[in-house]
DNA sequence: CTTTGGGCCTGGACGC
DNA sequence: TGCGTCCAGGCCCAAA
């Protein structure tokens, strides 16, 4: 489940072997993903020059010499497997469902199983006011993102915290796994009603949300130079939780009887699985 | 306005 | 072994 440092990572291994090329193929294998491919797709991507990849919250954006601008999201299941000139390609996959190739002879392969993910492509001066963009929030690794930004953004709402970090309006990028990681770092229920956030609540779990995402991201460039045809969900795979996924386990650092406290707690918020430690998280 | 819940989609884990 | 069921979850949208 690619979050923002996922898909930062994928970000970063794609920027090299994008930027400054052209697209001289384009393959679409199946009309849609999460939704229909928009017109003319392949001929509006086709020969255009690759001006930049850039990044806001989980949604990839490839700028083109002609203004537009591929954004691209991928979902639950979506990566990126990234091929150079002289690799020898694979059969394609059932999943396989976009094929890039650049005139400096790279193939960039999108796959995603279960097609929560999508592209679209922007006409120019069109990417701010897009349905999925128009209405995010600040990025965490931001100036714009600080205790007394989120505070104001969780005034009123009577929300769980938890709810509240996963609305891409407050802060955009957080997901499941990144949410239960800022809280357990920040020492905060994810059951605290979010406008109960606020001074010096909001200034620690804002700072531990950069941590946390920072941390991610390294642990991901890492993983990328280790494995360099493929890019995306190795950084969530080689990063260690604190909580989450570790129902029944103690906490790091955690110094309470585990038989008393039966270690790390999941809930459902929402209905989604929360993960928590219910004697260090108020 | 805020908040909640349904639906999309498939592979993997699990129980019988 | 094989089948059915449930779960994972980002995001939009409809409804309250």
């Known amino acids: 489940m690619p979050e923002l440092p996922e898909v930062e990572t994928v970000r970063r291994g794609l920027a090299p072997v994008l930027e400054g090329q052209r697209l001289t193929r384009v393959l679409q294998r199946r009309p849609d993903l999460r939704f229909p491919f928009p017109d003319k797709f392949v001929e509006r991507l086709t020969g255009r020059q690759v001006m930049s990849v850039d990044r806001r919250a989980k949604y990839l954006l490839v700028r083109l010499d002609d203004g537009q601008v591929l954004i691209g999201h991928l979902g639950m299941s979506g990566h990126v497997t990234i091929f150079e000139k002289d690799d020898v390609l694979p059969e394609p996959g059932a999943h396989d469902h976009v094929v890039f190739e650049t005139d400096a002879g790279a193939t960039v392969i999108f796959t995603d199983p279960r097609r929560f993910g999508f592209m679209d492509l922007a006409r120019?001066?069109?990417?701010?006011?897009?349905?999925?963009?128009?209405?995010?929030?600040?990025?965490?690794?931001?100036?714009?993102?600080?205790?007394?930004?989120?505070?104001?953004?969780?005034?009123g709402r009577n929300t769980p915290i938890k709810a509240a970090l996963l609305d891409q309006r407050v802060v955009a990028g957080l997901g499941n796994i990144y949410v239960a990681e800022a809280l357990f770092r920040s020492g905060i229920s994810p059951r605290r009603k979010a406008?109960?956030?606020?001074?010096?609540?909001?200034?620690?779990?804002?700072?531990?949300?950069?941590?946390?995402?920072?941390?991610?991201?390294?642990?991901?460039?890492?993983?990328?130079?280790?494995?360099?045809?493929?890019?995306?969900?190795?950084?969530?795979?080689?990063?260690?939780?604190?909580?989450?996924?570790r129902a029944g386990d103690a906490c790091p650092g955690c110094d309470c009887d585990l038989a008393k406290t039966g270690g790390i707690k999941q809930i459902v918020q929402s209905g989604r699985s929360t993960f928590y430690c219910a004697q260090r998280q108020r």
């Open 195 to 245: 406008r109960t956030v606020q001074g010096g609540r909001a200034v620690r779990l804002a700072g531990r949300i950069r941590d946390v995402l920072l941390e991610a991201i390294e642990a991901g460039g890492s993983s990328l130079r280790d494995h360099r045809q493929t890019s995306g969900e190795l950084g969530y795979f080689q990063h260690n939780f604190a909580v989450y996924g």
């Open 124 to 155: 120019p001066g069109e990417l701010d006011s897009h349905k999925m963009l128009a209405k995010l929030g600040p990025e965490p690794l931001s100036n714009a993102f600080n205790g007394p930004a989120l505070a104001a953004a969780l005034k």
